[in-house]
C-alpha cells in the first residue's frame, strides 16, 4: 500500500506540514481521524514525518481506502482546477490555483499542469494555500499592514557590530531564544481564560497545552532584526543599546530595508498590550512575536522576521550559530551612518575610513549632534553667523 501511495499520490497526501511537526488528518467511514506527530517526541521532523506516513498506510489499508479517487475527486478550500485559452495559440491551459483573501481582496497563484504536472500543480497548490494561512486570518487581515516606505529607522550598535556587519555584507537575524524578554512568543492570560468564549463558534478549537507546544516550537524556527521607528535620534536608545562611546547607529527607511531583504522575511510594528487583559490572535504563527509588554513601548519598535522553514533561496540566508546572515546590498538598505555623541573625534575620522574601505564613499558619516551647545545649533539654525 505504501509503494501505491507513492507512485499514484503526492508523497505527503492526508499529512501537513506544522511547525511542531506534522499533522495526520483521514476520514475513515465519514467520521475526521486526526492523529499530531510532534519532531521533539519522535526525534526529528524526518522521523516523525515517516511515522505519520507509517500510520497513514496501515490505516489506509486497514479500512480499504480509494485514496487515488479521494485525490482525484476531492478539491481542499481554497484549491481549484481551471482552465483558459491562450489567446494567441488557441491552445487550452489548465492549472491548479490557491486563492486567499489579503486585506478583504481575493488573490490567487496558479500552478501550470503542463509545467509540473497534474499532481505535483494540485500538491503545490495546497502547499502555497497553507503557507497563505500562516500569514492572514480567516478574514484575509494581515498581521504586516503596509507601511510608510519614508518612515525612518534606527539600528544603534557597538562599533565592533558595525565591522563585522559591513564584513558580512548582511543582516544578523538572532533566534528569538535568545532575547531576555520571557514573553518573547507567549500568549496572553487573556488567551487562557476567555478563548473558549472566542472560539464558541469554532469547531477548529485548539487545545491550550498544543498551542502552548506549538509556541515554543515556533520561538525556535523564527528570527528576527529589531528596529527603532522614530523621526529623530533617541538619546534613550544610544544609552541602552550603545554600550561604549565607541558606537554608531545605521538610519534607513522601512522601503530601503524591504526592499533590500528576501520576501521570505516579513516586517510589521510591534503592538504594545497588557498581558493581563488583551488577547493575541491565535490564527497565524506570527502574532505572538509581534506583541509585547506596555513597558517596553519606548522601543517603538519595527520587526523584521521569518519562519526559518519558509526559506524558498538558501543562498541568501547563512547559519551562523544561533541564528542567520542574510546577504544584502549596504548600498540600498543605509541611509546614513551616525557617531554616538559621546564619541571622540577620532573615532569619527576612522568611522569614515572603515565605511570607504567597504566602498560605501557615497555614505555620510554624522556626527550626533544631541551634545552640541544649544546656543550654537540656534545659531546654525537660524543661519545667524
Same mark, same amino acid.
Given at each position: 500500500?505504501?509503494?501505491?501511495?507513492?507512485? +499514484?499520490?503526492?508523497?505527503?497526501?492526508?499529512?501537513?506540514?506544522?511547525?511542531?511537526?506534522?499533522? &495526520?488528518?483521514?476520514?475513515?467511514?465519514?467520521?475526521?481521524? !486526526?492523529?499530531? #506527530?510532534?519532531?521533539?517526541?519522535?526525534?526529528?521532523?524526518?522521523?516523525?514525518?515517516?511515522?505519520?506516513?507509517?500510520?497513514?498506510?496501515? $490505516?489506509?489499508?486497514?479500512?480499504?481506502?480509494?485514496?487515488?479517487?479521494?485525490?482525484? $475527486?476531492?478539491?481542499?478550500?481554497?484549491?481549484?482546477?481551471?482552465?483558459?485559452?491562450?489567446?494567441?495559440?488557441?491552445?487550452?491551459?489548465?492549472?491548479? /490555483?490557491?486563492?486567499?483573501?489579503?486585506?478583504?481582496?481575493?488573490?490567487? !497563484?496558479?500552478?501550470?499542469?503542463?509545467?509540473?504536472?497534474?499532481?505535483?500543480?494540485?500538491?503545490?497548490?495546497?502547499?502555497?494555500?497553507?503557507?497563505?494561512? +500562516?500569514?492572514?486570518?480567516?478574514?484575509? /487581515?494581515? &498581521? #504586516?499592514?503596509?507601511?510608510? %516606505?519614508? /518612515?525612518?529607522?534606527?539600528?544603534?550598535?557597538?562599533?565592533?557590530?558595525?565591522?563585522?556587519?559591513?564584513?558580512?555584507?548582511? $543582516?544578523?537575524?538572532?533566534?528569538?531564544?535568545?532575547?531576555?524578554? %520571557?514573553?518573547?512568543?507567549?500568549?496572553?492570560?487573556?488567551?487562557?481564560?476567555?478563548?473558549?468564549?472566542?472560539?464558541?463558534?469554532?469547531?477548529?478549537?485548539?487545545?491550550?497545552?498544543?498551542?502552548?507546544?506549538?509556541?515554543?516550537?515556533?520561538?525556535?524556527?523564527?528570527?528576527?532584526?529589531?528596529?527603532?521607528?522614530?523621526?529623530?535620534?533617541?538619546?534613550?536608545?544610544?544609552?541602552?543599546?550603545?554600550?561604549?562611546?565607541?558606537?554608531?547607529?545605521?538610519?534607513?527607511?522601512?522601503?530601503? &530595508?524591504?526592499?533590500?531583504? %528576501?520576501?521570505?522575511?516579513?516586517?510589521?510594528?510591534?503592538?504594545?498590550?497588557?498581558?493581563?487583559?488583551?488577547?493575541?490572535?491565535?490564527?497565524?504563527?506570527?502574532?505572538?512575536? =509581534?506583541?509585547?509588554?506596555?513597558?517596553?513601548?519606548?522601543?517603538?519598535?519595527?520587526?523584521?522576521?521569518?519562519? !526559518?522553514?519558509?526559506?524558498?533561496?538558501?543562498?541568501?540566508? +547563512? =547559519?551562523?550559530?544561533?541564528?542567520?546572515?542574510?546577504?544584502?546590498?549596504?548600498?540600498? &538598505?543605509? /541611509?546614513?551612518?551616525?557617531?554616538?555623541?559621546?564619541?571622540?573625534?577620532?573615532?569619527?575620522?576612522?568611522? +569614515?575610513?572603515?565605511?570607504?574601505?567597504?566602498?560605501?564613499?557615497?555614505?555620510?558619516?554624522?556626527?550626533? %549632534?544631541?551634545?552640541?551647545?544649544?546656543?550654537?545649533?540656534?545659531?546654525?539654525?537660524?543661519?545667524?553667523?
Amino acid at each position: 500500500m505504501s509503494n501505491y501511495i507513492e507512485n +499514484e499520490l503526492p508523497e505527503n497526501f492526508y499529512i501537513q506540514r506544522r511547525k511542531w511537526g506534522w499533522n &495526520l488528518q483521514i476520514n475513515i467511514q465519514g467520521k475526521p481521524f !486526526k492523529k499530531h #506527530f510532534s519532531a521533539n517526541k519522535y526525534g526529528g521532523v524526518g522521523k516523525a514525518l515517516k511515522a505519520a506516513k507509517k500510520l497513514r498506510d496501515e $490505516l489506509i489499508k486497514e479500512h480499504k481506502i480509494n485514496v487515488k479517487k479521494r485525490f482525484n $475527486l476531492v478539491h481542499p478550500p481554497g484549491i481549484s482546477k481551471s482552465s483558459s485559452v491562450n489567446k494567441k495559440t488557441g491552445n487550452e491551459q489548465s492549472y491548479w /490555483q490557491a486563492s486567499w483573501k489579503e486585506n478583504g481582496k481575493s488573490v490567487a !497563484k496558479r500552478f501550470s499542469v503542463k509545467k509540473y504536472g497534474d499532481k505535483e500543480a494540485k500538491e503545490m497548490a495546497l502547499a502555497y494555500k497553507l503557507k497563505m494561512q +500562516e500569514l492572514y486570518d480567516e478574514t484575509g /487581515q494581515t &498581521l #504586516f499592514q503596509k507601511l510608510d %516606505p519614508n /518612515q525612518k529607522i534606527w539600528r544603534y550598535m557597538d562599533f565592533t557590530k558595525f565591522v563585522y556587519m559591513l564584513e558580512k555584507g548582511g $543582516l544578523f537575524f538572532p533566534n528569538i531564544d535568545m532575547f531576555n524578554d %520571557p514573553y518573547e512568543g507567549a500568549y496572553t492570560r487573556a488567551n487562557s481564560t476567555i478563548r473558549n468564549f472566542v472560539f464558541s463558534r469554532s469547531k477548529n478549537i485548539k487545545k491550550w497545552d498544543d498551542l502552548l507546544i506549538k509556541s515554543k516550537e515556533n520561538r525556535k524556527n523564527t528570527f528576527v532584526s529589531c528596529w527603532h521607528i522614530n523621526d529623530f535620534e533617541s538619546a534613550g536608545m544610544w544609552k541602552l543599546y550603545a554600550k561604549t562611546n565607541e558606537s554608531i547607529c545605521i538610519q534607513t527607511t522601512i522601503g530601503k &530595508l524591504t526592499k533590500a531583504l %528576501p520576501t521570505e522575511v516579513k516586517i510589521g510594528k510591534v503592538r504594545y498590550i497588557d498581558y493581563a487583559k488583551d488577547w493575541i490572535p491565535e490564527t497565524g504563527n506570527y502574532y505572538p512575536f =509581534l506583541y509585547k509588554r506596555f513597558s517596553f513601548e519606548h522601543e517603538a519598535e519595527l520587526r523584521a522576521l521569518f519562519d !526559518k522553514s519558509m526559506i524558498e533561496n538558501q543562498k541568501k540566508f +547563512e =547559519l551562523a550559530g544561533n541564528g542567520y546572515w542574510i546577504k544584502l546590498n549596504m548600498q540600498t &538598505l543605509i /541611509q546614513r551612518i551616525y557617531v554616538s555623541p559621546e564619541a571622540p573625534i577620532w573615532f569619527f575620522d576612522l568611522v +569614515e575610513k572603515i565605511k570607504n574601505a567597504y566602498k560605501l564613499t557615497l555614505k555620510r558619516v554624522y556626527m550626533s %549632534p544631541l551634545n552640541n551647545d544649544p546656543n550654537e545649533n540656534y545659531i546654525q539654525n537660524s543661519n545667524l553667523k
